[in-house]
């Protein structure tokens, strides 16, 4: 492994660490307990720029993402962001060069990391909450987490990238029945219906033995089928072939003619170990 790099800056309601347990796996906190960790508009931007500043480190090998206290994330705090009706405009604005603007940044770049991300779900996980943690790649829960696609319940939608990764998970007819009833599910159920990958009693742990069997192998060879799931799962077969055709192809030519890559921990040394993989 690379000698580790400089975490992000943890801020006043994100904190950034490396987790003691595993080589390579950072944990990303909300940091808000006295509100559930509800989201305030300067949350969604340390979001962003926690996952666009880990993106570029080739030390990290997988994240969690995780709320302090007694809940993952209540959602929005919708009262605070009011006040702000100039600045909901600017973040609502999308940026070229993502797709996104930032409420589905804060949630679609975890998906852009060449690595796996780990949603760890305990308390409640509602709204903008869900959607974050549908963000993730995958999901760890309790049992009796309550989950819930809030937004109709205010009047409005899922608009932080929900839609389209409430689809790839539970189908159209399931995600629009639990986006247009705004009913709420515990974590067994979630499980049940496809939103969370093992449920736990104790949700970090579980998300830590997850990731340990996918941090131990070539960084790249990972993030390239992580990459390839992300931008192919709507996509017409042809174009997934491609697609498939070309992170292969880019995968093979960096290979030494009389050796495999092989594992990580085998590859230490060699500049393939000490590069990025893709977005």
């Known amino acids: 492994m690379p000698s580790p790099s400089p975490l992000p800056r943890s801020t006043e309601h994100v904190l950034v660490r490396r987790a003691g347990d595993t080589d390579g796996v950072v944990e990303v906190v909300l940091q808000r307990p006295e509100k559930l960790n509800a989201m305030t508009l300067p949350m969604l931007d340390d979001l962003v720029r926690t996952a666009h500043t880990l993106r570029r480190d080739s030390t990290v090998r997988a994240v969690l993402l995780s709320g302090a206290g007694d809940a993952f994330c209540a959602g929005l705090d919708l009262r605070a962001a009011l006040r702000e009706p100039a600045a909901i405009a600017g973040r609502f604005l999308p940026r070229p060069w993502w797709g996104t603007n930032v409420f589905q940044e804060a949630c679609w770049a975890w998906r852009r990391l060449p690595v796996p991300v780990v949603a760890v779900v305990h308390g409640h996980c509602l709204g903008a909450g869900i959607q974050l943690a549908l963000g993730a790649d995958f999901r760890t829960t309790t049992a009796d987490a309550a989950w819930s696609v809030r937004e109709v ?89 491609a697609a498939e055709r070309r992170a292969q192809l880019r995968l093979l030519t960096r290979m030494d003619r009389g050796a495999l890559p092989g594992r990580a921990t085998d590859r230490s040394s060699t500049p393939q170990a000490r590069t990025g993989g893709p977005a």
């Open 153 to 241: 319940r205010w009047g409005l939608v899922p608009d932080m990238a929900g839609v389209r990764a409430l689809v790839e998970l539970v189908g159209a007819d399931v995600a629009k029945e639990l986006t247009m009833s705004a009913r709420t599910v515990t974590g067994a159920q979630a499980h049940e219906l496809g939103l969370a990958t093992r449920v736990a009693d104790d949700p970090r742990a579980a998300a830590l033995e997850l990731v340990a069997g996918m941090v131990q192998h070539d960084r790249e060879a990972v993030g390239r089928a992580k990459a390839l799931f992300t931008r192919t799962w709507t996509s017409s077969p042809r174009h997934t072939f």
